[in-house]
T-cell receptor
Framework: KQEVTQIPAALSVPEGENLVLNCSFT??????LQWFRQDPGKGLTSLLL?????REQTSGRLNASLDKSSGRSTLYIAASQPGDSATYLC???????????FGKGTMLLVSP | GAGVSQSPRYKVAKRGQDVALRCDPI?????LFWYQQALGQGPEFLTY????????KSGLPSDRFFAERPEGSVSTLKIQRTQQEDSAVYLC?????????????FGPGTRLTVT
């Protein structure tokens, strides 16, 4: 059974810092790895999807990498802003129907 | 275009009541997923539809949980005889297809509180 772990559970940084969020998964037979953002009381917003054949994806200040062999993905956020404050979830897509297995998330607080 | 919508956004039920949660996926999306998110946890898979066919219901926690998508678009998750442990946010997601290239798009969720 796939298990996804995210470290750290919470992170507090001053505005402008670059930061890395970590995600590890136990079963490397994944279809893709998706990063989401969740604001309090809201649903999930998809940030980046990395296909199993890819190594990384970039969108604006966000860069996500995938290393299937080691079971790891990282989300890099450049020049963090207070508006980046949210919980970040990674999810490994796999199984017969591409169902997502989620980590518990990293709660990020960026202070002005 | 419109995203995934869910209704109601909030539902309070007394223990033992039946509830029905609705999901409207993005138009044209073949795949529809239901997830349950307990407080402080990541979402957990409940069930999957491809068009109107329920192909995976391995995540449904008990036979009190039932889901349907009769015309391959709108889906309803029904919980019978609700229990306190059913309190959670229920998230619906849809995607255009299956496989590594397809993102899942999530709705805002329905927060169910069982008292």
């Amino acid at each position: 059974k796939q298990e996804v772990t995210q470290i750290p559970a919470a992170l507090s940084v001053p505005e402008g810092e670059n930061l890395v969020l970590n995600c590890s998964f136990t079963d490397s037979a994944i279809y893709n790895l998706q990063w989401f953002r969740q604001d309090p009381g809201k649903g999930l917003t998809s940030l980046l999807l990395i296909q199993s054949s890819q190594r990384e994806q970039t969108s604006g200040r966000l860069n996500a990498s995938l290393d299937k062999s080691s079971g790891r993905s990282t989300l890099y956020i450049a020049a963090s802003q207070p508006g980046d404050s949210a919980t970040y979830l990674c999810a490994a897509g796999g199984g017969g129907y591409s169902t997502l297995t989620f980590g518990k998330g990293t709660m990020l607080l960026v202070s002005p | 275009g419109a995203g995934v919508s869910q209704s109601p956004r909030y539902k309070v039920a007394k223990r033992g009541q039946d509830v029905a949660l609705r999901c409207d996926p993005i138009s044209g999306h073949v795949s529809l997923f239901w997830y349950q998110q307990a407080l402080g946890q990541g979402p957990e898979f409940l069930t999957y539809f491809q068009n109107e066919a329920q192909l995976d219901k391995s995540g449904l926690p008990s036979d009190r949980f039932f889901a349907e998508r009769p015309e391959g678009s709108v889906s309803t998750l029904k919980i019978q005889r609700t229990q306190q442990e059913d309190s959670a946010v229920y998230l619906c997601a849809s995607s255009l297809g299956l496989g590594q290239v397809y993102e899942q798009y999530f709705g805002p969720g329905t927060r169910l509180t069982v008292t």
